[in-house]
């Protein structure tokens, strides 16, 4: 009989602390979310790498009663600690150095007008997200979106307006994907067959020296104009100098794998670990969804159209296609220039020249970020 | 450092970053011509700097008389760009000499691991 | 003369400050453990990996005067700290699941029953324990050395019983190397000649769709149900989701390579650094290694009984050997399954059979630790 | 959440915390059955779902003509076991068709180091 | 007209907050100090592994106005943390212990004597340096620069004299790397041609058990003796035991790639941090420079000095050019004995002679910072 | 524990320093001859165990007879001695019959990998 009770009484408090009795609506709208971001990363291939510990991280923070957010230290708060003092996305961005080539860029320097020209859709965002009722921070980091790079939309959601660093990184992640099919029906409306057929002349080689010395002048210019990226922004040039100097190649290979694998699994759960119901399931989410589109179409019309202001300035040796590659998105922006170029007139590879545009296009977010912190941080 | 922002009207906002992004960017195009400039390893046999589309490595990117690729109809376009892109890849990868050792380097402690092999017997 | 003076006085305050001068006799034989560890870790080739930085561990924590427990922060404190908050375990485990095939148990999912059955050795050692004077909490810990799973025993005893984590270790890990020479008499002893004959038919193909859908699946479950494991079965499932992903093998890689080496180095010596001469040289170390042996031996008769059931249920397709790789030690139990077959029949190969069960111990394990907590914290 | 734990007899614990074990498990075979069943990719030519010791890989894993090993006395059946298992799994390695290469993968990054590579000259 | 204004006036606070406003003489003075750092490592390939970090953390820095040294925790300062607590060295010879081969030390431990010789050079700056005003601590943590070994003089500089960390580290660095440059002089100096010309008799071969058991006791010996570097000590033997067990090499491979690659970042980067224009910018730095060479001469002549009494108490076996390679800096030191070597009588191979004194002085060096810790902390 | 220096004369800390690093390293030389000593797998054939300096794999590492190199003047002494020391090097890694597998080992963990190459099919 006391066996019996015992029995009865133990699998009652068991099934208490659990998390079926805590469980909410909410919980199960979440899971569900995570399950579709799982779903979008594993099976439609949206940037698994990232969306794919985002989505398990999503899944994990809505299972009630687990502690995670308690008030003991344990192995989610440890990882959400990196993330909410900024410590993965410059970790990140010393791996995304290391694997950067700005030879294209140093080669054609003017493709970072590209580069500045396709933040545009940052802008258009943020001051569409002003007229939908965020507020100037918030509009900042949503904004960002536009910039088509992950580790900066974090960066700056987290300082920005760290509630809606979920939906933010969603959104950055999803549409950075969705490049291939986002971009081309805007190339082929702002542009003409002729300027599509253009070819455009080889670039030049670029010596070790430039290669070295550029990651250190900009790094210097860039951080004293705008300090709060100065961690980013060094972090990334660091990486690259790794990569360059030619005798750090151990140290460019760890950045580029151990390091930067490591610290994508803890980023990508440590994200998703934001996403509890409270904060994701808004109206806010949609609107930030629907503005990180417009964003991204907005910098892809903003590049395509500096684009077409060089194609005529240089008398037609700039394809204009190269421009919508200024959205950043390394390297899947470079590849739908080359596609749509090659799709208008077969044989003419645009890949190259669009990497000038595409890595422009990571230092625009930057300094994009940068200056939205230095006017409102 | 908490600033009150000098105005709420979003288009004057937009236009103050974007002004400020393109300086930054302008300003960078200026310092890569600068570098360039100052570059002491530039090849002399260039003609002029300012001619910086002037191809050197073309003949290795862009095999300029090869046939256009033959595209077939009900072939999705990101398929046949994925796969010259590939073959691309692939042919200059052949011709790649020397491929970067990564994981080692020159220096004191790639020495110090080959000795040891060589050490151990 | 002032220089002879200084000089015997410097020597003198040297001295004084040594180890040696406060060395004490727990210390030597705690030292004399650890040197007997690292035998059995290097010679006796008991789980190295792990057992070798804890005798290492073992024996820096027992040089007097280092400051390793001092109050200022020191690389050996920031590695305790991982193991206080269980920080290192779940790390180990994404590492785990990175590594495991779960098309076995997939394939044939009664195996389960197997994995059950084993943790039998779990709750007769937990029983034995109370017998013996220890409390519930402790019980619970020690009996966990049965589920042969050192991460899960090193998480439940940090939560558990802190003070017995180097001796729950140690047996932990040490049984598990000796699962070899445990489980064949056993298993000779429990089994007819013929059910060793027994010739399994072949293992079905498991589909990339239920190796994906199975981690997230059973990660909502079981979390659900018993949320003190979410961390653990969580990160175990988030690493063999990189794995049968497809599309995350750079995370897979890092999982099991580079991250779990560096965990595993700090996991051990941290969980070395635990064994000081107070908790460890007492009468308690020495029927946890007596409970740890009941506890394997438990685990083993339990999955070879239920092995002999669903043998008889299934009108002899089940070969009970397979029962006893339901301890888990994967894949060194499954290893024994096969073997044990091999010797009764030439030929009979039944590696793959067993390693069902073998997964489902890891999985059982993982379930009987949530249930004591469950119950227990 | 310090529970005080409802009972002290120790094989009531151990009953109370076997029985949830068991409950879970075996809820997982529903699950994993659940799975299988729902699966939209499984081979529509298997007779029947509850047959699922069918075999498909068979002749892979266990080349069933083979002739027993001869073992000699003496040796230590680990070593034998050990032995077999070896050539085992070195002649399945033999039919391993494609290898996964593990560090790198089809998607953005790798894309960018091939074209790095290609990009240097 | 609002607009105008606006925009002016945020012109103007991005420009007040930019680090041109807040950049100081000194900063611009370290930049500098940065770049030419910069350039020793990459194109001088001075320690470009070590250099080049702590010359871009020199760099970054500099730079006014990053929130680096603020309140908010950030990713500069969890790195900064590593250095403060000495948490990174311990791991770098983790690495460092999984690559050195002690053979040559067991097989003729009579080189320990060189070893130990060549430590002359750290007391000799010691003396030198509170001869010429600096404190005892501050004249501790600058004499470990003659003992050629980075992490060690890193720790001991935390330890004891952190505001000179910067200035020792890069002294270090530098000289470790003009060791090809400052030795041979010397050497020739030192030593005459006939004794040049020895040619030493081979090693003997040396059993894996002296491979294994030597880190043991050794790392026994010394940590009882000093505990002070038992944590570096301890780490060194560790990792030396990763690689020498043969069951361990997943943890070797790890310890000397991923995870020294990783802190090397760190502790480079971290280490340049340090270097402040209020700390670097003084007479103390060029003092500090000018007593690290005298340290490596004197430890050089040291080494020579207890070679040629080797030379004379063995009747010849020894060739005295080994003496200078207990310098450590491993493995360039025992190189250069080679080269001497070699021009003196070609086909005098001394490298793997050489190599005994070269590990020899790792081990002291680390005595050596022991005995000072235990002496003055 | 901070203690106050028992002299201010660098010379006596100098001295002090010193001595007990030789005592250190001195202790370890006759560990090391104890380790020697008591190496229960160390060949039988060596006559004395103070005969310290005896070559056993002498012909490996120091190919006695070999002519020695001509070295041309005007060639760098640091490029001879490092390409000698290269070809040494490969020299004797062309001698190296077994190759550590690093990252994996004979243990679990690798058999486990092994097998689920296998088991994949
Ligand atoms: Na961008
Ligand atoms: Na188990
Ligand atoms: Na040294």
Redesign the interface.
Known sequence: M??LN??S???Q??WN????SA?TMGNGIM?LVG?LL?YM??VK?F???LL??IA?GC??AN??????FGE?????K?INYGIT???FP??IF?GIGA???F????????T??L??AA??G???A???A??VGFD?HE?AAIGIIGGADGPTSIYLSTKLAPHLLGAIAVAAYSYMSLV?LIQPPIMKLMTSQAEREIV??????V????R???P?????????????I??LL??LM?GN??RE???????????Q???I??V??FLG?GTGMTMSAESFLRTDTLLIIGLGLVAFMGGTAGGLLFGKIMCKMTGG?INPLIGSAGVSA???AA?VS??VG??SK??N?L??HA?GPNV?GV??TA??AG??L???? | MEHSPVTTNPLIIMMINMTVVFIVLISLIYLIKLIHFLDPTKKPAKPQVTDEEEPLVAVKSEPAPAPPPVIEEGIKPEVIASISAAITAYGFAGQVKAVRIVNHEGTAWRASAKFNTLQRK
Chains 1, 3, 5 share one sequence.
Do not use: H, W
Request: glycine share 6%.
């Open positions: 006391e066996a015992a029995f009484v133990s699998l408090a068991v602390d659990s998390g079926f469980f899971i399950l799982l990363a594993f291939e940037e698994p790498l794919g510990p398990f899944i994990l299972f009630p009663n687990t502690g995670f003991e230290m344990n192995v989610m440890a003092y900024e410590i410059p970790l010393l694997m950067t080539d030879s294209p860029l140093l080669a054609r320097p003017s970072l007008l580069g500045a933040q545009v940052v802008f258009v943020l001051g569409g002003m007229l100037v509009a291939p455009m002349t080889e670039l030049r080689e010596t070790k020296f430039e070295v010395v550029f250190i002048v900009s790094t210097i210019f860039i951080s004293l104009l705008l300090p709060p100065a961690a060094g972090c660091l100098l790794f100097s030619g005798v750090t190649d151990r140290l460019s290979d760890t950045a794998n151990a390091l694998n490591i994508t699994i759960t040796a390394v390297p899947m590849r080359q596609l090659m799709k077969p044989g590879y890949l190259m990497m422009a230092i625009g300094v994009a200056t939205m230095a006017m409102l941080k």
